[in-house]
């Protein structure tokens, strides 16, 4: 499996806008592949929206976008707000959930780091054996690493009720010895966000 992750920045208080028009024209779309989830920026940079999309493969995702062009009602109408598009085509980690519906908290931190080219495997070696203890404390959506757009990209995504949580959650981790993974030598940057789905994304 692959997923797309798609991020458009919006002009300044566009997004409920933005929102109402993808969900108008998301039925028709949803009947080539489906939507894992859809979120918008709440804490970092803001007016954005971000998206996922799974696929079987990158033909399986070639075939399903020419078929969505062909749509009278895809894409939505959205243009004259965006300001930016960028998309990257994600792998799962060995050890990342399937990304189904379901009700997993209020409130989604996406963490983007940018590791040393070469150094994925060791990550994913390093992080492995810390996953389940982990995920007792807070669900994990999902976590992967870019194989088309910035390189050497590592992006896990949880899940919390609310940023109060979120803060007890990661200072119990840390109180407990079992997080974060040892990976500094290879890091080379640090990014997050805290997100909040949209009224129809299937993650939420």
Request: net charge positive.
């Amino acid at each position: 499996m692959i997923v797309e992750m798609r991020s458009y920045l919006l002009q300044p208080k566009t997004t409920q806008t933005v929102e109402e028009r993808f969900a108008k024209a998301l039925p028709d779309r949803l009947k080539i592949s489906r939507l894992a989830a859809f979120w918008h920026s709440e804490v970092g940079e803001l007016d954005q929206i971000i998206h996922l999309w799974p696929y079987d493969s990158l033909a399986h995702r070639e075939q399903a976008r020419a078929e969505a062009s062909k749509l009278k009602t895809w894409p939505p109408n959205i243009s004259e707000f965006i300001v930016q598009m960028e998309t990257k085509i994600l792998i799962p980690a060995p050890f990342s959930p399937p990304l189904e519906e379901r009700k997993l908290g209020n409130i989604y931190e996406i963490r983007s780091y940018m590791f040393r080219a070469g150094s994925i495997p060791k990550v994913i070696e390093r992080w492995a054996p810390m996953m389940e203890t982990r995920v007792k404390l807070s669900p994990l959506v999902g976590c992967f690493y870019t194989e088309i757009g910035r390189l050497n990209q590592w992006i896990h995504i949880w899940a919390y009720q609310d940023a109060a949580e979120r803060q007890r959650i990661r200072a119990e981790a840390v109180r407990q010895g079992i997080w974060p993974p040892n990976t500094s030598e290879y890091m080379l940057k640090m990014e997050n966000m805290l997100t909040v789905p949209a009224s129809f994304s299937p993650l939420r």
